[in-house]
Antibody, heavy 123, light 111 residues
Framework: QVQLVQSGAEVKKPGSSVKVSCKAS????????ISWVRQAPGQGLEWMGG????????NYAQKFQGRVTITADESTSTAYMELSSLRSEDTAVYYC????????????????WGQGTLVTVSS | QSVLTQPPSASGTPGQRVTISCSGS????????VNWYQQLPGTAPKLLIY???QRPSGVPDRFSGSKSGTSASLAISGLQSEDEADYYC????????????FGGGTKLTVL
C-alpha cells in the first residue's frame, strides 16, 4: 500500500523560507513523478511543480519559478519542497502527490496524496 | 481565478443523478485527458476519475466521467449522503513548460 507521509505544520515569518518533506513507502519511489499542490484556506487546488526522482529533473509552474525548489532523495524515498520569500498569501495546506498509472510522466494522474502540511505565514 | 471553470455548487437528493461540468481550452482539456478528484472535508483530495472516464480500483461505478472538445463532466448516479464533498477537475496544460491546472471546485450538497 503506497503511503506519502508529510512533515508537520509550520509557522513562518514573512520573508523567510519553509521546507516540507514527503516520505514515500510501499511502492516504487524513483520512477513516478511527485507533484506539490497547495490549497489556501477555503480555496481550490494549485499545482506548484513536480520532480521525477530517478532523473532529478524538476518542472515548476510559472507562478512559482524562482521561489520554489523541489528536490528528491532516492536513498530515503523522500521528496522536498522549499518555498522562499514567504508572504501571507502563501498560508495554505501543501500536499505532495504521486503521478501514478505510468512511469516518468508529469502528466500522470495524481493517484496517492500525502496528508497535507499547514504552513502559516504570519508576523 | 482558476484556469478550468466549474460551477461553485451543485445539489441533489439521495438516489438522484447529478452532473458537474468543467470547461477549459484547447491547451488543456482540448488536447489532454481530464481527471476528477473528490475532497471530503478536512482530508486530502482523492483520485476519482482519470483519463476522462477511467475509475481507479475501489471507486464505485456510480461515478462516471466524459469529455467532449474543451469540456468535461462528472456524473454521480444513485446519490448518497457520503458523496457530499468538493469535486475538482484537472487537466495538463501544454502552455509554457506545461503544468497541471485545476477547476475552482464544486461543492456538492446532498439534500
Amino acid at each position: 500500500q503506497v503511503q506519502l507521509v508529510q512533515s508537520g505544520a509550520e509557522v513562518k515569518k514573512p520573508g523567510s523560507s519553509v521546507k516540507v518533506s514527503c516520505k514515500a513507502s510501499g511502492g516504487t519511489f524513483s520512477s513516478y513523478a511527485i507533484s506539490w499542490v497547495r490549497q489556501a484556506p477555503g480555496q481550490g487546488l494549485e499545482w506548484m511543480g513536480g520532480i521525477i526522482p530517478i532523473f532529478g529533473t524538476a518542472n515548476y509552474a510559472q507562478k512559482f519559478q524562482g521561489r520554489v525548489t523541489i528536490t528528491a532523495d532516492e536513498s530515503t524515498s523522500t521528496a522536498y519542497m522549499e518555498l522562499s520569500s514567504l508572504r501571507s498569501e502563501d498560508t495554505a495546506v501543501y500536499y505532495c502527490a504521486r503521478g501514478g498509472v505510468r512511469y516518468f510522466d508529469f502528466q500522470a494522474p495524481l493517484d496517492y496524496w500525502g496528508q497535507g502540511t499547514l504552513v502559516t505565514v504570519s508576523s | 481565478q482558476s484556469v478550468l471553470t466549474q460551477p461553485p455548487s451543485a445539489s441533489g437528493t439521495p438516489g438522484q443523478r447529478v452532473t458537474i461540468s468543467c470547461s477549459g481550452s484547447s491547451s488543456n482539456i482540448g488536447s489532454n485527458t481530464v481527471n476528477w478528484y473528490q475532497q471530503l472535508p478536512g482530508t486530502a483530495p482523492k483520485l476519482l476519475i482519470y483519463s476522462n472516464n477511467q475509475r481507479p480500483s475501489g471507486v464505485p461505478d456510480r461515478f462516471s466521467g466524459s469529455k467532449s472538445g474543451t469540456s468535461a463532466s462528472l456524473a454521480i448516479s444513485g446519490l448518497q449522503s457520503e458523496d457530499e464533498a468538493d469535486y475538482y477537475c484537472a487537466a495538463w496544460d501544454d502552455s509554457l513548460n506545461g503544468c497541471w491546472v485545476f477547476g475552482g471546485g464544486t461543492k456538492l450538497t446532498v439534500l
